[in-house]
């Protein structure tokens, strides 16, 4: 045992120990392991301990662990320990932990299907991974495909990908986006989208041969090679589709939760579409061929949009609507074909019913007749030498041939469909080189395994034989390459499995060679198998229990086939007359043309293999057929060999790359990790092969350099040399003794496996060491210091309590003696109270008593003079009461006496008047008896009221007498009750005597009482005065909290506000930044389109050797500058250039020409639309904003009510607005007493002045109108004489002429129009004088109001307390100080209205009377129109100037301007020599000449000369940055020129008055400053693309790959894959080549005179295609996410930081642009573990998505064994707390963003007039004026 090993396996080493659940499991070693050991003891994971035994014969050890720095590594060979287990760990921890599902092992790249949507094929993905090294980056399929685009360009040889793996694990997604990489990354070589075509075969052969399986929802069930082929410039022009093994037996038969092909389901998705309804189609599960699998939807796909999605690419191919339709139609006749029921007429025969809608439907669709299709199902015809027979089948028969031609049928359409789209994907451009992408099957085992699976693993033994051979190939070219001795590596060969299959007399021969024999069966085969193979090869087997089965030792497995259906697939058989009914279709052309290359015999031996049967019908043989009928068709494994062998061919003559895709479960669990399906995977698809003859040789690799850098902590000092390639060899000879173990190449040292955890383990062991030490050392002086700070502590405590005790002593002393005097006198008091309070008490004792004593006596008299009282009333009540008794009886009894005697005399009369007799008597004598009634009443009357007055007589006698006896009895009364009083006197007054002595006892009982409740109430009383005096503290401080309160709410709802007005400006600003953006992208594609458009007139004109002096005239922007894009339009020859322009243009491609045309029509269209809504934009910003500031404004008046600031505030914001009112309210105010309304008083005059002035304005503007009004006519009258006129007379002869009645009376009512207009104006003035009359006395009177108002406001204010009276006059004051304020700014906006209106009409009336002047000619000229007439003067006087600061030149010099000035003019010279600007104040003093002289021409043609000649400079030294900075200086200057100097008053304020002087005068050129502003934004895009591309091969190995902090991060051990170095080789970038190209940047800009706005613009777009750029390869590189790398970004962006500081650009926004990978690099170097550490990576990681956050969480990689990484549940917890984030999904930034560009508008303080001219322009030519 070596010293390695025992070194290794010592305790706490990790090994790994076989499993059957995990296939491995991890332990660790509790004890050191001796040479003599027959077992290890090992601790497992959970704790568990087990001894593990050793193999007794051959000792082996278990595999070691990988050290954790290597664990999740990009590549599987940069492990130390090459096996399965750590292979399969590696692959576990990158899928589950880092979600990462591409993983290299050497030249393969391992793809896990994650069963989940990943946001990581993207363009911006695609655009990291373009001309990245495959090392560089992460894993990626994008990295492959680069790596083979680039070998293709560079190496000039045919390179090929091949994906392989089991059905489910991503093999057609992995080749569909590598065709898309390439499609993006190449682009097209024609403008007849061929990428696009490329993709869009992807959508049809995933509808025609992919299906669902229980493995897979889109499994590929057909085998596939794409060539992609591209042109000489490594362009796609064209491909071409190979197809193997299509699985046509799925079309008649799925396994169940299986699916047919998806072309069947969209088909009957689509069934109610009205193309279709032809078809006769419905739900899937109306047909046989689709209903099988019971499981006709796949969850979460549109069967009916994959259709659309399907035609939409088949017509992208070509293939018209017409043979879609067919397409469809042959496919429903399958399905409908599979629903032809087939009876049994007897056990020999079938028949199917008449008129079978299923097979009527199927003889419509494909144009048979309904006969011979249902004849030729049941029966089928034999021929022998001599006859044919026509035979009856058997129902299963019949079906199985009905199963056979819809295979048939199936195939040939799958052949034909794949056919076109080879045709339009043809090129006829000549193919340079191709990329092919194979997609085929992987390695398949299953319980029942067939023909197709042999297929499959039989081309997989070949695809594994290649790939190991290349493998080989490789490890060999890299010894040789290094001088490394080269000795021979076993590896396995599986030629002999290869032979078994294919070679002469193999399974194959035999399979063909039972296929032609007559009765030959699978029987028979197998036996014939079992005889040739049994005994002859050790990889053929034969099972124990099964005679019609062979097992095959295959290179990842042992796998059993079933010899049965093996004949009838490798025939593939079809009944030959079936063919030939379908051939006979006269309705159906697309039928026949898929049968037309149809061999005429279907079977090997020209007969159909079945059971006898009777013969029917006998025919002779056509003798003109029978020598076809000898032609033998290839069987199906003989054409699959053929295709297998061309294939072989093909990948050997290109460079193959090798893709394994892994299906990581059974279960399509999104990232869920099986380990045995892995293993069995891993091992099938030979990944394991590749690590076995990786380990066999030196799989760790590591220059001298790194080897250098990583372990230098091994070295001593004295170790290290100059030669670092002779340093390494010493310290390895002195490390490792077995130098067997390494090799020194010529640039690298090669390890054998495990060297490198070995030497890793020296490593940390020597840093451990260190750190020990390092910790021993602190420790000590961090525990020394803390000791020396203690007792310095301990000391200062005691000297500190020891005093504090002393002056405790004498404090106690002191108050001791002051205690005794207090006690003293205190007593003393205390005595002489209690004292007092005695006397105090006995006193108001006596007195009490005194005073109750009289009140007693007092209240005895009293009640015995009441009592007297009482008595009398008492008795008289009484005496009273009786009498009324008496009389009320007496009364009582004379009633009832009275009414008895009634009763009966009225009984009486009753009866007698009952009697006749007495009744006749009383009518003989009624009147006598009458009258004498009537005299009896009166006397009876007359007795009654003397009997009245006699009986009243004797009441009042009676009362008298009963009174006077009355008053008798009381008084006797009286007297009795005297006598009893003054009998009970004495014992009364002795018992009273009592009385009072108890109540004197229990007085002084209350009293002792009463003065206990005194004191108690007493201290009640002080007690709640004291809580009241709390609570009144309290509820004063309540009151002062809630004022606070008040006031910190007041303050928070303005902050709201603020913040709300912010972020509303803010959203504003952004919409505006984006429309910006928007309009400048379109300028850029407008430009692009243009250029494209130019060089194909180039080419076009090259091709037809046709010379071209100028370019045509194209319409380019909205505002009419068609001459924007005309060069020379001046030119002599511009005639003879636009005719040959012409003859060019007619021999373009039209639809070329003219979809350009559309595209320039569109993008103009679209350049207006959004220039429009730009403005729309920016207005409603402005009007947004002042609406903010005066909501703003309002809200905080009403809000800050409590701040006695406001009212200063209110006062300073409206002084300017008070001003014109501030005269009239002082002298309201002054005279409010008097009149002040009067005619004499100020106010009035006040008002008189305003009207006044208001009167003569409108005076000034009627008299203008008129004027107006009056050349109007004049000049109507004008032409109408000159149109009236037919020879030349003078005036006066004119108008004698003028005596026609009709034209005096025409000249009449004209004047009387002119009268009846000019009365109605009059009326009209004198109706607004009215008006503002009123309108001025109602303001009159509302002043008048207010200050009556203000007045009672005051007085009541009086009345109020002070602080009141202050809040409430402050109050006052502020309202009325805001309404004042809404009021004049509402007269200011009407005023501002008149203005603007007026000013428009005397724009429109200046526009007329130039019109009718110049006699119906054109007015002003647009500056972007051609005017080959004479130009009619405008005719407006012109001011008399000084016209110096000009430059004069003839018009034929122009062209000598432009060339000398600007095509040839070198921006070196000019930038250092001259002053900055030059050539733009040169070109404006031209132009300023041009307008003075008033030549329009002349200006239209300089300024179009100008822009194309910049744009053709530009074009032809666009790569060169100080041509584009030189000419984006002195463009921006240019344009600030024409601003600076176009009498706008708002670029005229910062003028001096002689440079008001020199602007224009003639031309209004808005127009065109807003073309030269779309010229500045092209060449700033221009700009930043040009420095972009140099800075761009800086910026990763600068910023992230450069150690700019030496030592600080190591360098891990690398794989297979190249990876850029981290040591600043000779040649790297470094962060110093950054800064000075920044720094040469800036100083370019700074000569050449840039605005420094547009310079701080340019710096930040450069630092966010820095921060993103880095940020971006950070995010794709796992190397690069550590905790050293993170300090090294943080420190370069420092280094950014204070290159800004130091150029005084750190407000330009630049630093806010790094902030996402500033937040990248402390995500790096924060501690990741706790709930508290995932709140502050929340809060700190706020420019960072989510996306990216969780991705460099993943990607983090300790460097050193210090360091942890990131456990999966802090990820997730991160993950949970940002879910509720709104953000984009995008992983990478836009490299490719460009901020929107401003032009502030910078005036220039340079004179025109003092410009001198140097001669090195040559401008001679040019006068100064």
Known sequence: MNRELEYMFVQSARVWIPDAEEVWKSAELTKDYKNDDASLQLMLEDGTTIDHKLDPKTKNLPYLRNPDILVGENDLTALSYLHEPAVLHNLKVRFIDSKLIYTYCGIVLVAINPYETLPIYGTDIINAYS???????????????????????????????????????????????????????????????????????????????????????????????????????????????????????????????????????????????????????????????????????????????????????????????????????????????????????????????????????????????????????????????????????????????????????????????????????????????????????????????????????????????????????????????????????????????????????????????????????????????????????????????????????????????????????????????????????????????????????????????????????????????????????????????????????????????????????????????????????????????????????????????????????????????????????????????????????????????????????????????????????????????????????????QRFTRGYQARCLVKFMRRTQAATVIQKYQRMCVERKRYRQKQAAALAMQTILRAYMARQKYQALLREHKAVIIQKHVRGWLARCWYKCCLEAIVYLQCCIRRMRAKRELKKLKIEARSVEHFKKLNKGMENKIMQLQRKIDEQNKDNRVISEKLVSLESSYASESERMRGELGRLRGVEEDAKNKANQVSSLLEELEKLRKELSVTQQEKKTIEDWAQKYRDEMEKMVSELKDQNGLLKKEKDDLNKMIQEQSQQMTEKMTRAIAQETQQLETDLNEERSRYQNLLTEHLRLEEKYDDLKEELAHSTNVSKPGHRRTDSTHSSNESEYTYNSEYAELEDGSRVGEDVTRGMDTSLTLKLQKRVTELEQEKQSLRNELENREEQFQRARARDDAQFRKARGAELEYESLKRQELESENKKLRHDLAEMRQSLLGGAAAGTGAPGSPAYKVLLDQLNASCEELEVRKEEVLILRSQLVSQKEAMHHKETMTEPSVFAQDVNKLKDADELKQAYVGLKDTNRLLEQQLQAQRRTYDSEVESLRGELQNVKEENNRQQQLLAQNLQLPPEARIEASLQHEITRLTNENLDLMEQLEKQDRTIRKLKKQLKVYSKRIGEMGAGQAEGQTSPGQMVEEPIHPVNIPRREKDFQGMLEYKKEDEMKLVKNLILELKPRGVAVNLIPGLPAYILFMCLRHADYLNDDQKVRTLLTSTINSIKKILKKRGDDFETVSFWLANTCRFLHCLKQYSGDEAFMKHNTSRQNEHCLSNFDLAEYRQVISDLAIQIYQQLVKCMENILQPMIVSGMLEHETIQGVSGVKPTGLRKRTSSIADEGTYTLDSILRQLSAFHSTMCQHGTDPELIKQVVKQLFYIIGAVTLNNLLLRKDMCSWSKGMQIRYNVSQLEEWLRDKGLMNCGAKETLEPLIQAAQLLQVKKKTEEDAEAICSMCHALTTAQIVKVLNLYTPVNEFEERVSVAFIRTIQTRLRDRSESPQLLMDTKMIYPVTFPFSPSSLALETIQIPTSLNLSFLTRV
């Open 131 to 797: 001309g990245q090294n495959m090392g560089d980056m992460d894993p990626h399929i994008f990295a492959v495909a680069e790596e083979a685009y680039k070998q293709m360009a560079r190496d000039e040889r045919n390179q090929s990908i091949i994906v392989s793996g089991e059905s489910g694990a991503g093999k057609t997604v992995s080749a569909k986006y590598a065709m898309r990489y390439f499609a993006t990354v190449s682009g097209s070589a024609s403008e007849a989208n061929v990428e696009e075509k490329v993709l869009a075969s992807n959508p049809i052969m995933e509808a025609i041969g992919n299906a669902k399986t229980t493995r897979n929802d889109n499994s590929s069930r057909f085998g596939k090679y794409i060539e992609i082929g591209f042109d000489n410039r490594y362009r796609i022009i064209g491909a071409n589709m190979r197809t193997y093994l299509l699985e046509k037996s799925r079309v008649v038969f799925q396994a169940d939760e299986e699916r047919n092909y998806h072309i069947f389901y969209q088909l009957c998705a689509s069934a109610n579409q009205p193309e279709f309804k032809n078809l006769r189609l419905s739900t899937a599960n109306d047909f046989l061929y689709t209903r099988q699998g019971r499981s006709p939807v796949i969850e979460g796909v549109d069967d009916a949009k994959e259709l659309r999605t399907t035609r939409h690419a088949f017509t992208l191919l070509g293939i018209n609507e017409s043979y879609q339709i067919g397409l469809f139609q042959v496919l429903a006749a399958i399905l409908h074909l599979g629903n032809v029921e087939i009876k049994d007429r007897d056990s020999d025969s079938s028949l199917i019913a008449p008129n079978n809608r299923h097979l009527t439907a199927f003889c419509e669709l494909v144009g048979v007749t309904y006969q011979d299709m249902s004849q030729w199902l049941c029966h089928r015809k034999l021929k022998t030498a001599t006859e044919t027979y026509i035979k009856p089948l058997p129902r299963l028969q019949a079906t199985n041939a009905r199963d056979a031609l819809s295979k048939h049928i199936y195939a040939k359409l799958f052949n034909w469909i794949v056919e076109h789209v080879n045709k339009a994907l043809v090129t006829n451009v000549k193919q340079h080189s191709f990329i092919g992408v194979l997609d085929i099957y992987g390695f398949e085992t299953f319980e029942i395994n067939s023909f197709e699976q042999f297929c499959i693993n039989y081309a997989n033994e070949k695809l594994q034989q290649q790939f190991n051979m290349h493998v080989f190939k490789l490890e060999q070219e890299e010894y040789m390459k290094e001088q490394i001795p080269w000795t021979l590596i076993d590896f396995y060969d599986n030629q002999p499995c290869i032979n078994l299959i294919e070679a002469k007399m193999g399974i194959l021969d035999l399979l063909d060679e039972e296929c032609k024999m007559p009765k030959g069966s699978d029987d028979s085969w197998a036996q014939k198998l079992y005889n040739t193979h049994l005994k002859t090869c050790s990889l053929f087997e034969k099972p124990r229990m099964s005679n019609r089965a062979f097992i095959i030792q295959h290179f990842a497995d042992k796998v059993e086939y079933q010899c049965e259906g093996f004949l009838e697939k490798n025939k593939d058989t079809v009944n030959e007359e079936q063919i030939h009914v379908l051939k006979a279709s006269k309705k159906f052309d697309l039928l026949v043309e898929l049968f037309q290359d149809e061999e005429k015999a279907t079977t090997p031996t020209g007969q159909v293999p079945g059971t006898g049967g009777r013969t029917r019908l006998s025919i002779k043989p056509d003798k003109g057929r029978d020598t076809s009928s000898k032609e033998h068709k290839k069987t199906v494994g003989c054409q699959f060999r053929n295709s297998l062998q061309m294939l072989m061919e093909t990948l050997n003559a290109t460079t193959p790359h090798y893709v394994r895709c892994i299906k990581p479960n059974d279960f399509k669990l999104a990232f869920s990790f099986d380990p045995k399906r892995a293993v069995q995977q891993l091992r099938a698809c030979g990944v394991l092969e590749t690590i076995r003859i990786s380990a066999a040789g030196f799989p760790s690799r590591w220059t001298y350099q790194e080897f250098f850098s990583r372990y230098r902590v091994l070295m001593k000092q004295k170790d290290v040399l100059p030669d670092k390639k002779l340093t390494c060899k010493n310290v390895l000879e002195k490390l490792v003794q077995d130098q067997d173990k390494y090799q020194f190449g010529k640039t690298k040292i090669f390890f054998r496996a495990g060297q490198v955890a070995y030497l890793e383990k020296l490593r940390a062991d020597k840093l451990r060491a260190a750190c020990i030490r390092i910790q021993k050392t602190i420790r000590c002086w961090l525990a020394r210091k803390k000791y020396l700070r203690q007792r310095s502590a301990v000391i200062t405590i």
